[in-house]
């Protein structure tokens, strides 16, 4: 049996996961992006509280999101500068590169399942807003 050491559960920005995601998040194709933002916008026209009330519709989202492997496994639970700017709703996501918006929408998707509401919360706070209009951004076709 092998022990785990302090330094295995600390965050490590070098992980080579991270670069796997990022060459990963890159060939995601134009089509499944454009199906992910029309579900997204989709559900904000719905309105929040039918939404969550209803999970169908969110389903649909959060199962594009995981079936795009947006989601992706790395220690987010350690990922102290990703919470710090997840808990700050004046928090501006405009600078943020595709890996860190997903590694932020990873860290927000895998703590509801510990802590229900967590999605749901930052859909209404506008955290999901900000995360999606700069993903949209990055990944549109330049004029």
Same mark, same amino acid.
Request: aromatic share 16%.
């Given at each position: 049996?092998?022990?785990?050491?302090?330094?295995?559960?600390?965050?490590?920005?070098?992980?080579?996961?991270?670069?796997?995601?990022?060459?990963?998040?890159?060939?995601?194709?134009?089509?499944?992006?454009?199906?992910?933002?029309?579900?997204?916008?989709?559900?904000?026209?719905?309105?929040?509280?039918?939404?969550?009330?209803?999970?169908?519709?969110?389903?649909?989202?959060?199962?594009?999101?995981?079936?795009?492997?947006?989601?992706?496994? +790395?220690?987010?639970?350690?990922?102290?500068?990703?919470?710090?700017?997840?808990?700050?709703?004046?928090?501006?996501?405009?600078?943020?590169?595709?890996?860190?918006?997903?590694?932020?929408?990873?860290?927000? +998707?895998?703590?509801?399942?510990?802590?229900?509401?967590?999605?749901?919360?930052? +859909?209404?706070?506008?955290?999901?807003?900000?995360? +999606?209009?700069?993903?949209?951004?990055?990944?549109?076709?330049?004029?």
């Amino acid at each position: 049996m092998s022990k785990e050491h302090p330094e295995d559960r600390k965050f490590n920005y070098n992980d080579p996961v991270f670069e796997k995601q990022r060459q990963y998040l890159n060939r995601i194709s134009r089509e499944d992006l454009n199906k992910l933002f029309e579900i997204y916008e989709q559900l904000k026209a719905i309105g929040y509280d039918h939404v969550f009330m209803n999970g169908k519709h969110f389903h649909k989202l959060h199962k594009l999101i995981y079936d795009l492997k947006i989601i992706f496994d +790395f220690k987010w639970a350690t990922w102290d500068d990703g919470w710090k700017d997840i808990y700050n709703s004046n928090y501006d996501y405009s600078e943020s590169s595709l890996l860190e918006l997903s590694m932020y929408l990873t860290t927000i +998707f895998r703590a509801d399942r510990f802590s229900e509401g967590t999605i749901e919360e930052n +859909f209404r706070n506008g955290t999901l807003d900000k995360i +999606f209009e700069r993903m949209l951004h990055l990944t549109s076709p330049r004029a």
